[in-house]
C-alpha cells in the first residue's frame, strides 16, 4: 500500500506519542537513538527490487566496517 511520507509521520506521531516533533520532523530533546543496520544486507527490506532499497543494502555494507568493530 503506497501512502505518503506526511501521512506515515502523522502516524508514527499517534503511536510514538511525546517522541517526536514536527516543524522539522525531528525526536524530542532528551531522546537517544540507536542505528541498528540489518544484520546481512539482504535483511534490508528484503522482498524490494527498488533501486533506492538495492543501493541501501550497498551502503549497509560499506558502513558495517567502519562503525561496527
Request: charged letters at 30%; a positive charge; proline letters at 10%.
Amino acid at each position: 500500500r503506497t501512502v505518503t511520507v506526511r501521512a506515515e509521520l502523522s502516524r508514527l506521531r499517534r503511536t510514538l506519542h511525546g517522541v517526536l516533533d514536527h516543524r522539522p520532523y525531528r525526536f524530542r530533546d532528551g531522546w537517544e537513538t540507536e542505528l541498528r543496520l540489518p544484520s546481512g544486507p539482504g535483511d534490508l527490506l528484503p522482498a524490494s527490487r527498488s533501486p533506492l532499497v538495492v543501493r541501501g543494502r550497498g551502503a549497509c555494507d560499506s558502513l558495517r566496517g567502519p562503525v561496527i568493530p
